[in-house]
T-cell receptor, first 112, second 112 residues
Framework: AQSVTQPDIHITVSEGASLELRCNYS??????LFWYVQSPGQGLQLLLK??????LVQGIKGFEAEFKRSQSSFNLRKPSVHWSDAAEYFC??????????FGGGTRLMVKP | DTAVSQTPKYLVTQMGNDKSIKCEQN?????MYWYKQDSKKFLKIMFS???????INETVPNRFSPKSPDKAHLNLHINSLELGDSAVYFC???????????FGQGTRLTVV
């Protein structure tokens, strides 16, 4: 079955520290991959997406993600986290059937 | 000029009632979706709908029904509301052939 897994439910980092949020997918073929952010009480905003080509994808708000086929991963990174980055982050994929499937989310907390 | 808008933003109602959540998109997209986000933040697709096809997630109770008066609207009707229906419901839309979905701000439904 197609699935997206985010192993970390919660992550806490200090402001200014680097961040990596993990995402693994299980699909027959490489799906299209996305990262969304959900701020408290808000909807989902697309941070970045990967369809093909360069495996390092740049997104908004200083985020980037790297697609690694050998690891079936699409981890999200940011070199220096800001307090405003505290939110829920969702990895998602679209494969056969064209349905967007989400991972369980990772809640990011930022310490001052 | 909100791209995908949902109303109401909050809805509190008693068990057994029938309610509707409205969704409108002004992006000219062909396909619209409804997602349910439970208390653990897990996002699950409920329906996918375009002018040709309605795809229903088989786990969705038939008390839930999407109604599309036109291409720009996909409303969600819920009959005989139950406590377990309490969640945040997100509407989304995308253009046919695209895989980038745009989300509304969500409707927080509380059944008491």
């Amino acid at each position: 079955a197609q699935s997206v897994t985010q192993p970390d439910i919660h992550i806490t980092v200090s402001e200014g520290a680097s961040l990596e949020l993990r995402c693994n997918y299980s699909y027959g073929a490489t799906p299209y991959l996305f990262w969304y952010v959900q701020s408290p009480g808000q909807g989902l905003q697309l941070l970045l997406k990967y369809f093909s080509g360069d495996t390092l994808v740049q997104g908004i708000k200083g985020f980037e993600a790297e697609f690694k086929r050998s690891q079936s991963s699409f981890n999200l990174r940011k070199p220096s986290v800001h307090w405003s980055d505290a939110a829920e982050y969702f990895c998602a994929a679209v494969g056969a059937g064209n349905m967007l499937t989400f991972g369980g989310g990772t809640r990011l907390m930022v310490k001052p | 000029d909100t791209a995908v808008s949902q109303t109401p933003k909050y809805l509190v109602t008693q068990m057994g009632n029938d309610k509707s959540i409205k969704c409108e998109q002004n992006l000219g997209h062909d396909t619209m979706y409804w997602y349910k986000q439970d208390s653990k933040k897990f996002l699950k697709i409920m329906f996918s709908y375009n002018n040709k096809e309605l795809i229903i997630n088989e786990t969705v109770p038939n008390r839930f029904s999407p109604k599309s008066p036109d291409k720009a609207h996909l409303n969600l009707h819920i009959n005989s509301l139950e406590l377990g229906d309490s969640a945040v419901y997100f509407c989304a839309s995308e253009s046919q052939g695209s895989t980038e979905a745009f989300f509304g701000q969500g409707t927080r439904l509380t059944v008491v």
